[in-house]
């Protein structure tokens, strides 16, 4: 091992960059690949183009070291798979005729074949496929594109860092392979993995790699001792290595806590670190280990995760301190740029004066080459950037965008009894039965019904002008009418108008909140070839006006039967949005809690007696860390009970929730103290209602018995038998019928079939009863 200087230039680096191009042509590229419309030989030109664009505005930006292996087709864990050979058997013959194709079919599936499972990557809003390991697993080194990838860096000049998917969160990301044991343990591979990276090393070292970096991002989360063991094994022996490259262990998202002992003292030469403000303690950790002292640190000071401007000087006094507990130190993002746009200056729609707070892949690249210039030439260097950022910031402090008086005055005044119902659940549910009169397991949907190509088609009509709003507007009503008479034709119990109006269930809130702005050109990956656009959680939040009411009272008006009013709940409100980093998040859900309250009371007195609050993303914003859960909970559960807690006793609040398993937050659920709770459960067969009943969960509950994700229609037998399941856990009295979730990704062919499925299940297990 060479020892790291403080002679060496300080150098600015990231560890990865958006992949899909300016204009989103990656996207294009491969779907046109799957259309049969773009050759391979085209899609990997366009790929080659979109790496040298990517390099040449890195270092256009000042980035001196530049990543490599970042760039992916589909997924970096998927690539990471491809590259250590552990395709799973039933795609194995496919990538033997095809390696494109085969890559693809891992991906997406074909007709025949399942494709590998895919998850969040950690808490971002990425999906990764899931590796697929079992006793039997046998691992090869394949590393030819990571291998290409850096000679492509290499020979257009760029100093070049290959960043790899480390062995210890590969192996902690993985799941057992379809036919083996629940209980296998994929880390048990390590031994077999090792050699494989180690070739993987040699080859790159080989094809002129200064530097690997290997990305252990599972290490930020609580670990056993037997897991830390592990790491400390595979970089014990990964750096006894002869014929390899210098190794840069990074970790982001959260704090090292324990595990930054071990890499402290493995025989690595540096640590890339996250030392934005979630992962803070990085750096008394650092301190308390005694530093890396000869090592290389690279030190991630600007938030690779938020589309802020950095407070450089803040950066500075943190990057100063750890110039005292490395042999070098170098200037990062806290992680991949993949989790930001790429320009914030293609925001040309936003207010020139906010733009100036905005940083996307791009200028957060700017940012990190001030700050290594800062580092290494002291303030004076940079003083005219450092004037500009403390100005930038400041006027993002005074601004009535970020501090609205009326909303500040509001959140402050914010009591105890403001975040509680006046009467406890039992009361409630015996005034809410008088008023509702409700048959025993009523039928009711999550909210959306077919968002059809006419409804599309309008709202595209609208945005060009074809169309104008009051005709827009009598579609929408047309839309609501046609989806009230279809649910009463059917028996369904508590209705609702369908969500024809929105295009997305922030989005169209986000629209209508102050503090909210939209981007133009902000995508981001969340999977594949799937972006979206997350608004921009900018200012303080209020509700100038009524958002829903005139369609609920619309739907209401045409049915004697209770209608649904529907809500995007305040954690789901800011968990798919960027967030400020000027506040607690807790604020920022406050406000938001309570400019939907406005909402909820709103509707109520417009006569509406069912009120759905819409909360999937509870569980997935859970920090990484156990110990940090209890605040989380404590602000998200209070953020939404602000929302639902001005409404009448007789007046029954739901709440829904699916994509994730929700048996480690029952006690959270049950702090909602919403009257209502619906959730995904027909793929599980019903285990969430066991999971409630196991932890005493005391309220209605409907979970799904019809699993929306695909056209299949279940029978009303099948329905039934999941009731039945149902029943088995959740007293008649406190059962509801419904399916998983939405329904505005299904035609309206499956959607007639499965609810009168649905409906005759109800009706026949009332029956048994
Ligand atoms: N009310 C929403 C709908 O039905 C809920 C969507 C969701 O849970 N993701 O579409
Ligand atoms: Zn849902």
Redesign the pocket.
Known sequence: MTTESAAAPVRATVYGYPRQGQNRELKKAVEGYWKGRVTADALRATARDLRRTNWAQLAGAGITEVPTGDFSYYDHVLDTTVMVGAIPDRHRSAVAADALDGYFAMARGTQDVAPLEMTKWFDTNYHYLVPELGPDTVFTAEPARQVAELKEALALGHTARPVLVGPVTYLLLAKPAPGVAAGFEPLTLLDRLLPVYAQVLADLRAAGAAWVQLDEPALVQDRTPAELNAAARAYRELGGLTERPKLLVASYFDRLGDALHVLAKAPVEGLALDFTDRAAANLDDLAAVGGIPGKRLVAGVVNGRNIWINDHQKSLTTLGTLLGLAGRVDVAASCSLLHVPIDADAERDTDPQVRRWLAFARQKATEISTLARGLAGGTDAIAAELAANRADLASRTASRITHDPAVRARTAAITEADGHRAQPYAERAAAQRAHLGLPLLPTTT???FPQTTELRTARADLRAGRIDTAAYEERIRAEIREVVSFQEKTGLDVLVHG?PERND?VQYFAEQLTGYLATQHGWVQSYGTRYVRPPVLAGDVSRPDPMTVRWTTYAQQQTAKPVKG?LTGPVTMLAWSFVRDDQPLGETARQVGLALRDEVDDLEAAGTSVI?V?E?ALRETLPLRAADHADYLAWATESFRLTTSGVRPDTQIHT?M?YAEFGDIVEAIEHLDADVISLEAARSHMQVADELAGAGYPREVGPGVWDIHSPRVPSAGEAATLLRRGLGAIPAERLWVNPD????TRGWPETKDSLEHLVEAARRVRSEI
């Open positions: 999550i909210g959306s969500e269930m529907m759905q819409d999937p829904h699916c979730c939405g329904l505005k």
